[in-house]
């Protein structure tokens, strides 16, 4: 099993730019987050599908829209790029939400300039 | 959700015992404390959890006081592949408008493990 997986590793975008931060999952779990870590923040939940065909606001959702385009994928999107949004993003999945243990991806590194 | 305090940073001499310790001095009855670890440029990495018993898996073990105001984290024979910050967490589900089961990571522990 591959477990989480996420593209691109790397993105550099220009201020304004949108681009999409694939996820998938090979876990047959039900749930599914977006997560931001920045500097001296911890992580921080920007998304997260409890199912399939559903999706919530997590802590800052501000300029991002998901996807969940079936089980195993879910998706970030940020529609015009700013400078606070230069971050890592992490993917997570967990069997269902709850107290469930996550399993995370390996990030996507993105800068805004 | 209960509020963790981790010592910033503490060293290992490889093969020995880690004690990573966490304050949870104000858990709730439904709380649980979770740890996970952060490997350096990689996503975080779930360890152990518990509720009040003492726990043990592959990976560690985790020490619960009987008051649950403080927890440990032991990793039996630490190798230099365990340096990685180490997050303890206290995770409440289901309540109103946490139901994701919330994962709040702080500032954690920079566990240095030395030849």
């Known amino acids: 099993n591959a477990g989480v997986t996420q593209t691109p590793k790397f993105q550099v975008l220009k201020t304004g730019q949108s681009m999409t931060l694939q996820c998938a999952q090979d876990?047959?779990?039900?749930?599914m987050y977006w997560y931001r870590q920045d500097p001296g923040m911890g992580l921080r939940l920007i998304y997260y599908?409890?199912?399939?065909?559903?999706?919530d606001k997590g802590e800052v959702p501000n300029g991002y829209n998901v996807s969940r385009l079936n089980k195993r994928e879910f998706s970030l999107r940020l529609e015009s790029a700013a400078p606070s949004q230069t971050s890592v993003y992490f993917c997570?999945?967990?069997?269902?939400?709850?107290?469930?243990?996550?399993?995370f991806g390996p990030g996507t590194r993105l800068t805004v300039t | 959700d209960a509020k963790t305090t981790q010592p910033p940073s503490m060293d290992c001499a490889e093969g020995r015992a880690a004690n990573l310790p966490c304050n949870h001095s104000t858990i709730s009855g439904n709380e649980y404390v979770y740890w996970y670890r952060q490997i350096h440029s990689q996503g975080p990495q779930y360890i152990i959890h518990g509720l009040k018993n003492n726990e043990t898996n592959e990976m560690a073990s985790l020490i619960i006081t009987e008051d649950r105001k403080s927890s440990t984290l032991i990793l039996p024979h630490a190798t230099l592949r365990d340096t990685a910050v180490y997050y303890c967490?206290?995770?409440?589900?289901?309540?109103?408008?946490?139901?994701?089961?919330?994962?709040?990571f702080g500032q954690g522990t920079i566990l240095t493990v030395h030849p």
């Open positions: 599908s409890a199912s399939e065909g559903t999706t």
């Open positions: 876990m047959n779990h039900n749930s």
């Open positions: 967490i206290v995770r409440v589900a289901g309540a109103g408008g946490t139901s994701y089961g919330k994962l709040t």
């Open positions: 997570a999945s967990s069997v269902r939400t709850g107290l469930h243990e996550q399993y």
